[in-house]
């Protein structure tokens, strides 16, 4: 097989990714766009010892369950991955990714989970609270928008299907102001002006929060003046000055430059504060469902006392706080854990500790003065646990956990070693991506010995 090579192809399945997979003369070939059952015309675009990329030419006999994406840049943008493909298979998909990863890491006893349907919505559009856009110039004009899949080729965004309305109005209006007012935007030679736009709405309250991230200082009082004027719901207004260049969006220090620094949310029943930088979760609206599949698998006592890892501003663990004897948590943005203990303070809450710093760190300092865990959560980024985490949590053995996932993969990579100790009861599936590749899951783990627990 050759670079450039173009080949028929039936499509057998479909990757993590979302890509088709098919094999010719045994070697498996990945093609994105491609749908399970399809026969197509690829071709090879990168050969691998043990695999082949390949570019989709043509659909000769097209999967019955393709759609026309309703999105006019859905592949040139390379924000989603799968809006070809009809919804309720979509939720299929997710699945399955779940059983492919699970089937590769082989975790103990994973033949014997139960994976139970992904829970979808009803209206899966304009579903993302929160927007990072960069800022080039095109076409001498400056554009907002995404990077295309592999490349630093600015895909300007003016309306995107997946996008909150509210937030994708005041982006495009905050492009509008940089170019008429001539503030300079990033240039990938000179390294200097606005790289990033951040935007996030609150779904229940409406307010809005934004961040410049800049590679050096400007003067935005007068974008500020318009952008406050046009958008009553814009509350707080920072920068952030990122000089490296680097692919790490955000630098180290962020300034509020108008307005005060939170903007208040809701999730189930109870309220909190997010402030810029916090972590959130993307889709406001699932993640009502998420947190009640959570709440569900933990099973919780009055009298148990629950870690709450990676707990951002605490959204997880107050849902439990005024069902357990106590919540502490522990997150490394020490702005989310401010943002935690005054909206812990705020909801009248006595039994919640916050501290910032590793999960790995902390726990045996905690359980060193004493505190026992009966429950925990964990909600980590994309890479999954820290490894030394993941030897805490089998030295301290909690009795019982929920495994918050967003990464399939790293999902069955950690069940590899806690399915030592623990039980997997189920795994929830929850689609917090429509039209993307990505799925989030809700694990249920129980200690096979309990008497074990230390």
């Known amino acids: ?211 410049f991230v800049l590679s050096r200082r400007l003067d935005l009082s007068a974008v500020v003046k318009h952008l406050t004027t046009d958008f009553p719901a814009i509350r707080t207004i920072a920068i952030n000055i990122q000089a490296r260049k680097t692919s790490d969006i955000y630098g180290a220090e962020t300034e509020i430059i108008w307005g005060p620094e939170h903007i208040q949310e809701g999730v189930l029943d109870y309220s909190f504060e997010l402030s810029p930088r916090a972590f959130y979760q993307l889709n406001p609206q699932q993640t009502e469902v998420l947190y009640q599949e959570a709440v569900k698998a933990l099973d919780v006592r009055e009298t148990d006392h629950l870690i709450d890892a990676y707990c951002g501003v605490g959204t997880i663990g107050f849902a439990f706080a005024d069902k357990v004897a106590s919540v502490r948590g522990m997150d490394i943005v020490p702005e989310a854990i401010q943002d935690a203990k005054v909206s812990a303070k705020k909801m009248g809450f006595t039994n919640t500790h916050y501290e910032a710093g590793t999960a790995e760190s902390i726990i045996p300092h905690w359980y060193a003065e004493g505190y026992r865990a009966d429950a925990l959560i964990v909600d980590p980024p994309r890479t999954g646990l820290d490894e030394k985490l993941l030897q805490t949590i089998l030295k301290f053995k909690p009795e019982k956990m929920v495994y918050v996932s967003c990464n399939v993969s790293t999902l069955a990579r950690d069940l590899k070693t806690l399915a030592k100790i623990y039980q997997v009861d189920y795994i929830q599936s929850v689609d917090m991506f429509p039209h993307t590749a990505r799925t989030e899951a809700v694990v249920k783990l129980q200690l096979k010995n309990r008497g074990e627990t230390k």
């Open 1 to 211: 097989m050759k670079v450039k090579q173009r080949i028929p192809l039936k499509i057998k399945r479909m990757g993590i990714n979302g890509e088709g997979i098919g094999f010719h003369k045994g070697t498996l070939v990945f093609v994105p766009g491609a749908l399970k059952g399809e026969e197509v015309f690829c071709q090879i675009s990168r050969v691998k010892p043990n695999y082949a990329e390949a570019r989709l030419l043509k659909v000769n006999k097209a999967s019955r369950f393709r759609v026309d994406p309703a999105c006019p840049i859905y592949e040139t943008c390379g924000g989603c991955q799968i809006m070809h493909l009809q919804y309720r298979k979509q939720l299929e998909f997710k699945k399955d990714v779940l059983k492919q990863a699970l089937k590769k890491f082989k975790p103990e006893g994973y033949e014997e989970y139960e994976l139970r349907p992904t829970l979808g919505m009803k209206k899966p559009v304009y579903y993302r609270g929160k927007l990072q856009f960069q800022t080039r110039r095109v076409k001498d004009k400056v554009a907002a928008g995404l990077f295309a899949e592999n490349s630093h080729r600015l895909v300007p965004v003016m309306d995107c299907l997946v996008q909150d309305k509210v937030t994708q109005t005041i982006i495009n209006r905050t492009a509008e102001l940089l170019d008429d007012l001539q503030i300079p935007v990033y240039d990938e030679r000179r390294e200097q002006g606005v790289r990033t736009v951040m935007v996030r709405r609150a779904r229940k309250t409406g307010q809005v929060h934004m961040i």
